[in-house]
């Protein structure tokens, strides 16, 4: 029934919600039917260039050998055992390269399989840590607007409370304290007025705040945003000063898209906990973890509940944990930190005309992103369908047209890339 093509798109279009989308006017979707290196082949043929990582995750292109053999080797051993009572040596490796790769005092590794699921356990452990003190009113967190943390409950609860989704789960989601989004651009010092807000939030509230937690120096789907380092060094000295947990969700920054193998790395500062996922398997899997430093995982076992109250099924995937030891051994590998650069430079000058286009407010770049602010919304159906004919994939939101590519793309191909959202912006078109 599904031969042809156009009945598999219909019965998508009719039965298969996609991401933030309707089924009664859903938006078009394009048909891949592989990909290899930095190409998405379509299911008609057409071969576009990958401007998005599938969503910071592919730093290595698709299909890598690596990642294949890793893959398909785990699957004749073993693909899934329970992780209750059993452990496996990809899990124990897969820890051993988390602890050493991530800060420092970062050592104890907790696994789930996707970055929100990721994001709750260290919303748990921060408040299992202030059960575990005797002060269990310490049952908020503290974030910055502009974030994004993922679309399960207590991640949307500290997602920015105007691009989120507050207004429509009012309701039910957590109420959480905000502080505006940090001022000072990447290469800016911060001043102590751009703490004012944030420092006025901790000194009403910080008796019942168990976590400060942000994206650090870049904030993702929140607005793709690039904040100065100087900042993300002085909320940890406000977190410190009023004992208060940092947690830094590293989902989409980690494994060098920021040009630092971990974001926190461009401040110097080390959190309490932090998130990791998207990269981690280099695209192939889904899996995250969520790391902890001794205060807290001490803090947590001392307690009157000593046991960490979290256990999903899949937890340590082997198949999971065999790709991500494979993705992480290809990145130390790998001269990741100079190809990210470079792919920082390119950016840099190729999307710098922009800049000039009345329709533009603002370009910038930090490792391997580069953005475009409009001033108004983009038509996204209508740019998408224009990008796909010109051979690129890029996916642009509401008034970003942004591109993040696997680390190992070419500079002709990211030329073309450039080309594209510059052709693209410059037309009003393709603006509602
Ligand atoms: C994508 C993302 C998440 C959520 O991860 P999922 O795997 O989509 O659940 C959380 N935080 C940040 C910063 C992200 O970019």
New binding site residues.
């Given amino acids: 029934m599904l031969d042809d093509l156009q009945s598999l798109l219909d019965f998508d279009q009719t039965h298969i919600w996609h991401p933030y989308t309707s089924l009664k006017a859903p938006l078009p979707v394009y048909p891949v039917r592989s990909a290899q290196g930095v190409r998405l082949t379509l299911e008609t043929g057409e071969e576009l260039i990958d401007g998005m990582s599938s ?2 995750a592919a730093i290595h292109g698709y299909s890598h050998p690596a990642l294949v053999q890793a893959l398909s080797s785990q699957a004749e051993k073993m693909s899934h055992v329970m992780f209750g009572g059993i452990t496996h040596r990809p899990a124990v490796e897969l820890a051993e390269k988390l602890v050493r790769m991530t800060p420092e005092s970062l050592q104890y590794v907790f696994y789930s399989d ?4 990721s ?1 709750e356990v260290a919303i748990k452990m921060a408040f299992q840590y202030w059960i575990s003190q005797g002060k269990p009113e310490r049952s908020s967190l503290l974030t910055v607007c502009g974030g ?4 399960t409950f207590q ?1 949307m609860s500290v997602c920015d409370p105007v691009n989120g989704m507050h207004s429509v789960f009012s309701r039910v989601l957590p109420k959480h304290y905000f502080a505006p989004a940090p001022r000072p651009r990447f290469d800016e010092a911060c001043t102590e007025d751009d703490l004012d807000a944030l420092k006025a939030q901790i000194f009403s509230h910080h008796d019942h705040i168990a976590a400060l937690i942000l ?1 650090p120096v870049v904030q ?2 929140g607005g793709m945003r690039f904040y100065s380092p100087d900042y993300l060094r002085r909320v940890r000295e406000l977190c410190d000063e009023n004992d208060i947990l940092l947690i830094a ?1 590293e ?2 920054t980690g494994f060098g898209r920021s040009g630092k193998l971990f974001a926190c790395e461009h401040a110097g500062i080390e959190p309490d906990i932090m ?1 990791v ?2 990269a981690l398997t280099g695209g192939m899997m ?1 899996m ?1 973890a969520t790391l902890a430093n001794e205060k807290v995982a001490r803090g947590i076992s001392e307690g009157s509940l000593p046991v960490l109250m979290h256990g999903p099924t899949f937890m340590g995937n082997p198949l999971a944990c065999s790709v991500a030891n494979a993705s992480l051994s290809l990145l130390e590998k790998t001269p990741w930190q100079k190809r990210v650069l470079a792919i920082e430079k390119q950016l840099r000058e190729e999307l710098a005309p922009c800049s000039f286009m009345p329709t533009v407010a603002d370009v910038r770049a930090l490792g391997a992103i580069g953005v475009v602010e409009t001033h108004k919304a983009v038509d996204m159906a209508r740019l998408q369908k224009f990008f796909v004919d010109k051979g690129v994939w890029i996916r642009p939101f509401g008034k970003l047209v942004y591109i993040m590519p696997p680390y190992i793309i070419s500079p002709e191909d990211l030329s073309k890339l450039c080309a594209a959202v510059c052709e693209a912006v410059s037309d009003s078109r393709f603006f509602g």
């Fill in positions: 969503w910071w996707s970055g929100s699921v994001v994004y943390h993922g679309d991640p994206e993702g789907a969700d989902i989409a998130c996922g998207k889904s995250a």
